[in-house]
């Protein structure tokens, strides 16, 4: 009955999400460029550029909530993925810049040429086209979360220690891609950005065109993670969560399913930070910085670990609370404000908004016991 | 050596001198036992004697540091992972019931359900008739078919333990290890768990731990007495109970 209800919720829950990112594709690119900039519900360019990166942000969410909330891997490196992701990306967009460049060469990147570079590193090749730059996209994080996840899966590293390493994995990238020498701009990353399949990524149908492609794939990202929970895979994840050594005694290769999981969620933050670069102008490595990562998990644990769509409102609310916040005069104070609000939600609402907010409907409709319900991380 | 190895390849089960010890402490102390194709096993013994490190062993949780185990007479267990023996045909029940607290418990069975346990099965998984026909079949066997959609983790002790013993039915093992199936249970459930492992033995072969004697008595089968991580006694119930060793280190107590 309790499982049946949850599902049916959940259903609607996720028909909800989806109707309301159709709804934002469709009217947001529509009230910023059609409607006078005189109507009160006409929408600035940057205030939809801005939420065009919260819904980034609420992909990435989902990625994560994919593995923590549904596999029980806190990946404190999640951030890692989104920036490689975002690095492909720019550096698609780079190579557009062909002659366009400050020192006009049409090959090297302006960073290239002012380090006496002559020629294009080999890992640069490909990426003046548009879908080797996107294969890309998905699979150098994909790539790396399964060499990573291979490695460490097997060798049955969970809990804290996966969490350190995943860590250490996002700090070492950022270290690595601060240098120069890298060819990946260094210090200033990838920027000045001039056209996408030979649209100014600065005009306002471009972006128009880039948001409504964020809630596109938002959706796709949403609809694959739902699949995957959804299927028998799901539970054997879910079950790896709550009981992995039984999970193995009934004969799952757990690394595998881990493995799975893990690779999946990797290239789905790759293409939320493949998004994210053309719509805020510029990749460095401070995407690497092991906070970002830390956020992410954040956004999940306010929005509702386990439920996707928790996942990425967690991700919206916390960053336009963060907007408003540092707009302000208590700036400083920002990070302040955020810890305390994880601290909040970890001890008093465990499940998240969501989590609460579904159990407050429940509870209010019938009044049933719901024992087993009393844990964290509600499953289905 | 001879007679060992035709003791070997007529058994369903072998261990010999298998040692294990956990910071110096041996658990296990050259440990042998013989299961036969079909058989079910009674096994007794003292609080710590290494009963349960005996099935970790059997099932690759534990790695012996010494001793032969093998399974069907020619599969080394010790080189192989909890999944692949598992997938071999050894399915466990633990002395502390586990199953899936956020899973219902029908989910529970299917999880445990024979089948391919391959990433791509599973993600593109259609539950076929037969599969659903035998969930139903099992769910009525543990008396658990009216709460099928409940979360396992709802359950009370003793139906967790019949749901364990469901989804080792639904596994389908050739061999079938159960800890303390009746270990909090009350002394209606204890006849009924034993009723149900007879049942189950008439097809399966099982190795059954227990403390309940009432219970052992009830099942009827051969006995194995551990003490100290080795076999201290083996035979019918009322042998061993009037071995003098047994009565001292276990019954008498
Ligand atoms: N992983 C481990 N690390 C250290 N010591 C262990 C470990 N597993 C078992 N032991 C020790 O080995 C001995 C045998 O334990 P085991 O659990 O096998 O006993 P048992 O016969 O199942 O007892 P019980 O009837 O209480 O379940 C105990 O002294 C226990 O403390
Ligand atoms: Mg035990």
Redesign the interface.
Known sequence: ????FLIQGLDKRGLTFLGLLVALAVLVPFANLLLPESSVLHVPTSTMSLWGKYLCYALLAISLDLVWGYCGILSLGHGAFFALGGYAMGMYLMRQIGSRGVYGNPILPDFMVFLNWHELPWYWYGFSSFPVAMLMVLLVPGLLAFIFGWFAFRSRVTGVYLSIITQALTYALLLAFFRNDMGFGGNNGLTDFKDILGFNVQAQATRAALFAMTCVMLIAGFLIARG?VD???G??V??IR??E??????????D??KL?VFTVSACMAGVAGALYVPQVGIINPSEFAPANSIETVIWVAVGGRGTLVGAALGAVVVNYAKTVFTSGFMAPYWLFALGALFVFVTLFMPKGILGTAQDWWDGRRRREPA???A?P???? | MIPAHAALTSSLLYLDGVSVSFDGFKAIRGLSLVIAPGEMRAIIGPNGAGKTTMMDIITGKTRPDEGTVMFGGSVDLTRLDEAAIANLGIGRKFQKPTVFDFHTIEDNILLALKSQRTVARTLFWKTAAVDQKRIDEILGIIKLGDARSRLAGSLSHGQKQWLEIGMLLAQDPKLLLVDEPAAGMTDGETVETAVLLKEIARDHSVIVVEHDMGFIRELGVKVTVLHEGAVLAEGPLDQVSANERVVEVYLGR
């Open positions: 009955m309790i499982t049946r995957i299927s028998k895979l539970k054997v879910i079950a709550d009981a050594s039984r999970t193995r005694f009934l004969g799952y290769r757990v595998r399913f799975f024992a087993a319900l844990e991380a509600p499953a289905e």
